[in-house]
Structure formats: C-alpha cells, structure tokens
C-alpha cells in the first residue's frame, strides 16, 4: 500500500464581496453591515482591479483538476454598487484563466433596488443567475428591510424584479425568516410563487443579543419548524411537487435517500465554503468574518494552501467534533448534523455548551415532513416522479404483483413493513 500520497483536492467554493459589505438599504437584520468595523481605515470598499485578478486566477487554479465548472458568487454588501463595468472585467479574467473545456458560471445574489435595463441586458446576455432577496408581501417585507431613510424598500424590489422579468434574466428568491414572516407560511409561500419564484430559499434569522438569547428580530425557533412546515403543507396542497423547489425540501429528500446534504449548514463538516472579502482578506465563512477566523489574503497567501491548511481544516471539522452529547444521540443528528456552528448558542438539557438555537424547530420540521419524504424517495427509487407520493403503495403494490403475483389480505405488505397487507398498505 503507498503512503504519503498527497491528498486529493476537493471543490470549495468562495463568496465574493467585491464592495465588502457597503449596501443601499439599511435592513435591520443584516449581520454584515458592521463588519466595515474590521476596517477602519477603509474609505473606498471597492474590489480593486488587481485583487479581481489575483482572485479570479486563483479560485480557477486552486480547484481540483477534474473539475470541469467553477462557479463565481457575487454577494455584499450590495454588489451592483459595483457597476456593470466590474463584472464586465470579472468575466474578461476568468476566460483568460479559465482551463479548455471548463465551464464557468456566475451568480449575483442582490436587493434588486439597482437594476435597470442595462443591467437587465447584461445579466441576460451573460447567464448570470440572480439572486432577489424578498421576504414577502409589501407589509411583510418592510418589517425590517428598510431603505437608509428608514423607509420600505418594496417597491423598489419588485420594480428590480419587472427588469429581470423584461429579460428573461433566471433567478430565485432568498427569504430571510424572522420573528414576523414566520407567522404567515402560507401568504409568504403564496406571494413568491405569485411573482414567478420557482425556486426559494428560506434563512432563519438567529441574532445572538449580549442581554437576551436572541433579539426580538430572530425567529423563535419551533416557530422557524412550524414556517418550513406550512410552506411545505401549501406545497403539498397545491400540487407544486416538480413545479416549484424548495431548497430545504430538496435537501431533505435527497438525504432521506441516504445521500449527503449539499449545503453546509447541514452537511457533517463544513470549510469549504469561505468568503473574500474586497481587499483579499479570505476568511473560514461568510458568518464568520472576523479576524479571528481570517485565514489569510490572496495578495499574499496561494488559496489553495489557506483552503487546506491547519487552521481551516480545523474550523470544518469543529462542526462535528464539537457536538454535544444531546445531539450525537439524536435521531435526526443524521439529517441535522448540528446546524450551523453560528447558531449553536444555547445549551443542551444536561448544561453542555454547543445546542443549535433552531434545535426544537429542526424537530418540528422533520417529524412532519420526513414521512412524506420516505414515499417521495420510494417513488424515485422506483424510476417514478416524486409527485406519485400518494400513491406510491398502490405502485409498489402493482410493482410488487407484476413480480409475485396478486397481494393477499394476510400476506406480507410489498411495502416492507412487516405487517399483514391488510394491516397495512390494503387498509
């Protein structure tokens, strides 16, 4: 057996915040706006040429060599304060690094309160996936995302989403869940679809206050389980299986079929996803950036030695090697994997340190929505749509008859539970 072979690179991906985290809007939930604190001598936030490059070189060299994509995001801050004459650069750097046959994408996550018809041509023209943060009806979004005058910033999302619209521009919305959105699952779910979101991201807003556990903004958390879990009710309820995509539904179906969850917040470990920031600054996560968590600078440090080094591969094996007893003996743990470390605020019933804040809301979400999950993933395992669900018994009954001939009333049920057929699946 060879030893001392040097280990296979694997994918990372990286959040780039060419404006560092300069916005428009003044949203009272955003965690990044005080990190210009980490910069104190900084008046101009923006990513320079030079630093674009550096970066842009790098992320292409430093992933594997069997990659065949790498995929640029573009997040703030508010990352059109840039300008389409940046992004017209960042496209120009990465065809003159990018590998024979390697595809890159680009994705810009945005309040859309910039967008215009130019951008609109550009994003278009350029297969940018946009990103639209909008976290419900006018009343409900303008809760807390405020314009710097103090103002609802609704009007001008949904004038940003007529642009993308008029141009066929692809996107999906990113919703923040907070203590006022997660009361209304269903107008939330229902406005989103209305305005052609086919896709949806839900983030829980978890604020950790010096005098209270959370502050008034956060989501309670069974309340952030019982959201996920009407959102999913009203999918359910309007046939949107294979229309409309949930991230969190797609995640949990698809680790309910024993594979692991793509996304870190869920997945075992974690670190393979940093964030840069405008000077070069990279850091171990975007809820991270802190300097305590920065890993280094791309204007001094090659990437891929920060990427794989002691001090990041620590950080994403924290995630797991951190968890309190209460959670390796939980019977979600697998679907779980303790959350985010961010949010690991509280602590476990026998006063160990480490329990998610959205703990008791995890639970509430999968104990109502891993039953129809398991017959989704029958139906797929079956070569069917997910949407069969309800009736993937009678299919794999008929499945079952095809091979063994007719299911009778006390022969075991073709489901595999163990019970009589009609203790089961023929009730």
């Known amino acids: 057996m060879l030893t001392n072979q040097p280990k296979a690179r694997s994918e990372f991906h990286v959040l780039a915040k060419p404006i560092g985290p300069i916005c428009n809007l003044d949203c009272e939930y955003c965690f990044y706006l005080t990190k210009k604190d980490l910069f104190p001598e900084t008046r101009n936030f923006r990513m320079t040429d030079e630093v674009l490059e550096k970066f842009t070189r790098q ?47 680009n994705s810009l996550q945005t309040n859309g309160t910039l967008l215009n018809d130019e951008w609109g041509e550009f994003l278009h023209d350029h297969e940018f996936l946009v990103g639209l943060s909008v976290d419900g009806p006018e ?21 940003g989403l007529e642009v993308l619209q008029k141009h066929q521009v692809e996107f999906n919305t990113l919703t923040v869940v907070q203590s006022d959105n997660s009361r209304h699952p269903g107008e939330v779910y229902d406005f989103l679809k209305g305005i052609g979101s086919t896709f949806l991201q839900f983030i829980p807003i978890v604020e950790k206050e010096p005098a209270e556990e959370v502050s008034y903004r956060s989501v309670p958390s069974a309340q952030y389980g019982q959201f996920l879990s009407g959102v999913f009710d009203r999918w359910l309820a309007q046939e ?19 594979m692991p969850s793509t996304l870190c917040v869920h997945a075992e470990t974690c670190g393979r996803s940093v964030a840069i920031e405008h000077n070069g600054d990279l850091f171990s996560c975007d809820h991270f950036v802190n300097r305590e968590d920065q890993i280094g600078n791309v204007m001094s440090h090659a990437m891929a030695d920060m990427l794989d080094g002691a001090q990041q591969t620590k ?20 679907y779980c994997n303790g959350g985010c470390p961010k949010d690991r605020i509280l ?26 999950f398991q017959k989704m993933a029958e139906c797929l395992r079956m070569g069917r749509p997910a949407s069969d669900y309800k009736v993937v018994d009678r299919l794999k009954r008929r499945e079952y ?14 489901c595999g539970s163990g019970k009589k057929f009609k203790k089961c699946c023929g009730r």
């Not at 992320?59 to 997040?75: C, H, K, L, N, T």
């Not at 602590?347 to 129809?372: F, M, R, S």
């Not at 063994?404 to 075991?412: E, F, I, L, M, Q």
Request: hydrophobic share 35%.
């Open 59 to 105: 992320y292409i060299e430093s992933q594997p060599a069997e990659a065949r994509q790498v995929d640029f995001a573009w997040q703030g801050g508010e990352p059109t304060l840039m300008g389409i004459d940046f992004f017209q650069k960042a496209l120009t750097y990465q065809q003159k690094y990018a590998r024979p046959g390697m595809r890159i994408t």
């Open 139 to 159: 009343e409900i979004h303008d809760k807390f995302r405020l314009d710097k005058k103090g103002g609802g910033s609704f009007t001008g999302v949904m004038r």
């Open 240 to 258: 949107d299986v294979g229309k409309i995509f949930v991230q969190d539904f797609d995640l949990l179906l698809a680790q309910v079929m024993g």
């Open 315 to 334: 950080f994403g094996r924290d995630k797991h090697d951190a968890l309190p007893r209460f959670c390796l003996d939980c019977d979600f743990l697998d």
């Open 347 to 372: 602590n476990a019933p026998d006063g160990e340190p480490g329990l998610n804040y959205l703990c008791a809301g995890y639970k509430v979400y999968y104990e109502h929505t891993i039953p129809t």
């Open 401 to 414: 008859e095809e091979q063994n001939g007719k299911v009778g009333r006390n022969d075991p049920c073709p």
